[in-house]
């Protein structure tokens, strides 16, 4: 029998079970797609997937965190899943110092994502943003045909609490993947990280819980045990 180590993660096991899908960002696209870490001279965050130049396959999803009609204000998402397995999650969500755990709802998908949540490196504890892209539109369809047709590449920044941003990746959509596929995806940002980039904070290991409780409800495995894109 499973183990289930909290009333909530409990309750969404059985929600997820009973829904038979995500209970957040349950309507999302997923590509194949492409991380490029940049390298550029310093400042130098402490993670080899920030700081070392070079390219690694991905999956990247984009989503709504609610299923609420197309074109409305919601917390959209984006997932990166790169080999290790390292996942990062991103929300729609201001960007500057004081509001970099807020949430923001918004309709367009080219806006900027953050993670919300802190990480810990060796040398600092940073939060990871992307800036804003061209206008790729207000529907998931949007996001597809503008991946296929011109291509779609977000540039992924980090900062401290109070720095700048600064460029440290670009992530690049590539082709479309299957609704079968985007159903059985299973992200955990708090099992699958890096050695040199892990989320920290309580709020970090509550969230892995409910993740791992939501994938059981829905019949997938869980992200930990899963081999990367």
Same mark, same amino acid.
């Given at each position: 029998?499973?183990?289930?180590?909290?009333?909530?993660?409990?309750?969404?096991?059985? %929600?997820?079970?009973?829904? &038979?899908?995500?209970?957040?960002?349950?309507?999302?696209?997923?590509?194949?797609?492409?991380?490029?870490?940049? &390298?550029?001279?310093?400042?130098?965050?402490?993670?080899?997937?920030?700081?070392? !130049?070079?390219?690694? !396959? %991905?999956?990247?999803?984009?989503?709504?965190?609610?299923?609420?009609?197309?074109?409305?204000?919601?917390?959209?998402? /984006? %997932?990166?899943?790169? !080999? &290790?397995?390292?996942?990062?999650? /991103?929300?729609?969500? /201001?960007?500057?110092?004081?509001?970099?755990?807020?949430?923001?709802?918004?309709?367009?998908?080219?806006?900027?994502?953050?993670?919300?949540?802190?990480?810990?490196?060796? *040398?600092?504890?940073?939060?990871?943003?992307?800036?804003?892209?061209?206008?790729?539109?207000?529907?998931?369809?949007?996001?597809?045909?503008?991946?296929?047709?011109?291509?779609? %590449?977000?540039?992924?920044?980090?900062?401290?609490?109070?720095?700048?941003?600064?460029?440290?990746? *670009? *992530?690049?959509?590539?082709?479309?993947?299957?609704?079968?596929?985007?159903?059985?995806?299973?992200?955990?940002?708090?099992?699958?990280?890096? !050695?040199?980039?892990?989320?920290?904070?309580?709020?970090?290991?509550?969230?892995?819980?409910?993740?791992?409780?939501?994938?059981?409800?829905?019949? *997938?495995?869980?992200?930990?045990?899963?081999?990367?894109?």
């Amino acid at each position: 029998m499973t183990h289930v180590s909290s009333p909530a993660a409990a309750a969404a096991q059985l %929600a997820a079970r009973l829904r &038979g899908a995500r209970l957040l960002h349950p309507r999302g696209r997923t590509f194949t797609g492409e991380w490029e870490t940049l &390298g550029t001279s310093g400042p130098w965050w402490g993670a080899a997937i920030l700081d070392e !130049p070079s390219r690694r !396959p %991905a999956i990247v999803r984009i989503s709504k965190g609610a299923p609420t009609p197309t074109g409305w204000p919601d917390i959209l998402g /984006f %997932a990166v899943s790169l !080999p &290790g397995p390292v996942d990062l999650l /991103f929300s729609s969500a /201001f960007r500057p110092p004081l509001l970099r755990h807020v949430p923001r709802p918004r309709r367009n998908f080219g806006g900027s994502y953050g993670t919300i949540l802190a990480y810990r490196t060796p *040398v600092a504890r940073i939060f990871l943003a992307t800036m804003p892209a061209a206008a790729v539109g207000t529907a998931l369809d949007d996001v597809v045909r503008a991946a296929t047709i011109r291509g779609v %590449a977000l540039t992924v920044a980090a900062a401290t609490r109070w720095s700048r941003w600064r460029p440290v990746a *670009v *992530v690049r959509f590539g082709v479309p993947l299957g609704a079968d596929t985007d159903a059985t995806l299973a992200f955990n940002p708090v099992t699958n990280h890096a !050695p040199d980039l892990v989320p920290v904070g309580r709020l970090q290991q509550a969230r892995g819980i409910m993740y791992r409780a939501s994938q059981r409800g829905r019949g *997938v495995r869980p992200a930990e045990n899963r081999s990367g894109p």
